[in-house]
C-alpha cells in the first residue's frame, strides 16, 4: 500500500473526524464553564458599582459642606440657595447625587436660630440605606 492512502485511512478510523470542528460535548463544557464564571464575577461587579455611588455620594457631601463654610467665612452668612454657590463661582456646578442620578434631590437643613441664610447643610434625598446601615438621608 501507498503511505497516502494508508493515512487516509487511519484518518477514517479515527475517533475525530478530518474536518477538526468541535463537538456538542466540548461546546457545552466550555458554556458551562463560563457560565459559572459569570455566576461568580456580575455579582462582585454590581456590588462594586453600588459601593463606588456611596462612595462619591460621600465625598460630594464633604465637599459641599466644605464649600458651604467657606462661603459663611467669606460672607459672614450661609447661601440661601445651592444656585448662589455656583452664582459665586463657589462651584461650577451643583453637586450630582449617584444615588438618586439627579442634582435636585438634595435635602437641604436650615441653620439654627441666630444664623444667617437658608442652606447650612446638605442631605442626599436617596432613599434606603447604605451597604453600613446607615440611611442615605443621614449621611
Known sequence: MRPALISSRLSAIGSRPASGGFTLIELLVVLAIVAMLLTIAVPRYFQSVENAKQTVLVDN???????????????????????????????????????????????????????????????????????????????
Open 61 to 139: 457631601l464633604r465637599q459641599t459642606r466644605e464649600i458651604l463654610d467657606n462661603y459663611y467665612a467669606d460672607t459672614g452668612r450661609y447661601p440661601d440657595s445651592l444656585d448662589d454657590l455656583v452664582e459665586k463661582n463657589y462651584i461650577k456646578a451643583l453637586p450630582f447625587d449617584p444615588v438618586t442620578g439627579s442634582v435636585s434631590t438634595w435635602i437641604v437643613v436650615a441653620p439654627k436660630e441666630g444664623l444667617k441664610g437658608k442652606v447650612f447643610n446638605v442631605r442626599s434625598g436617596a432613599p434606603g440605606l447604605d451597604r453600613f446601615g446607615r440611611a442615605f438621608a443621614e449621611l
